[in-house]
T-cell receptor
Framework: EPEVTQTPSHQVTQMGQEVILRCVPI?????FYWYRQILGQKVEFLVS????????KSEIFDDQFSVERPDGSNFTLKIRSTKLEDSAMYFC???????????FGPGTRLTVT | DQQVKQNSPSLSVQEGRISILNCDYT??????FLWYKKYPAEGPTFLIS?????DKNEDGRFTVFLNKSAKHLSLHIVPSQPGDSAVYFC????????????FGPGTSLSVIP
């Protein structure tokens, strides 16, 4: 069964460093998303992406964040200058056209020290 | 901002019995609702969805009921199995666009053998 994959599974970085989290959505899906879950808190929407542009973003998704689909299969989330409060699980999701079910990857645990 | 609420942080059920997980929402503009199951250190797994124009959707052991007038939905699992032990998230979307999904805080279900 097709699934969303994410790499790395765990990323440790120092405050102020840039990180790139990578995702491979399900191959025929057209809509892509990033969510995060800070330990003990809710899963929070960050951004949605369709047709090579951001379609919606939350207040969390400020200028430190960017997304890109560099090729036909990858979808990335970049955090330019990480802060301690960026430590969280980051989930990628994708959705097929004509449905609203989003399918999630296993997540990347980001630890900022 | 608690647009999607799951007021029971945890629930314990005997194997073979029915599990009922509840969810309330505040925004009548939501167009669809989703239930996800999540194991520790994994991404949310899509279970079942329901459109706001329906009041029931069934898929195997899982049934979701929607009461729009009460802004309430519930997930029924019958019969409950030990493998169902996980955190269950209610999520709602379609408020502003098809893209942004708002998650509830989750209910931890324990199915006791």
């Amino acid at each position: 069964e097709p699934e969303v994959t994410q790499t790395p599974s765990h990323q440790v970085t120092q405050m102020g460093q840039e990180v790139i989290l990578r995702c491979v959505p399900i191959s025929n899906h057209l809509y892509f998303y990033w969510y995060r879950q800070i330990l003990g808190q809710k899963v929070e929407f960050l951004v949605s992406f369709y047709n090579n542009e951001i379609s919606e973003k939350s207040e969390i998704f400020d200028d430190q964040f960017s997304v890109e689909r560099p090729d036909g299969s990858n979808f990335t989330l970049k955090i330019r200058s990480t802060k301690l409060e960026d430590s969280a699980m980051y989930f990628c999701a994708s959705r097929d056209d004509g449905t609203y079910e989003q399918y999630f990857g296993p997540g990347t645990r980001l630890t900022v020290t | 901002d608690q647009q999607v609420k799951q007021n029971s942080p945890s629930l314990s059920v005997q194997e073979g019995r029915i599990s009922i997980l509840n969810c309330d929402y505040t925004n009548s503009m939501f167009d669809y609702f989703l239930w996800y199951k999540k194991y520790p250190a994994e991404g949310p797994t899509f279970l079942i969805s329901i459109s706001s124009i329906k009041d029931k959707n069934e898929d195997g052991r899982f049934t979701v009921f929607l009461n729009k007038s009460a802004k309430h939905l519930s997930l029924h699992i019958v019969p409950s199995q030990p493998g169902d032990s996980a955190v269950y998230f209610c999520a709602a979307g379609g408020e502003t666009s098809y893209d942004k999904v708002i998650f509830g805080p989750g209910t931890s279900l324990s199915v006791i053998p």
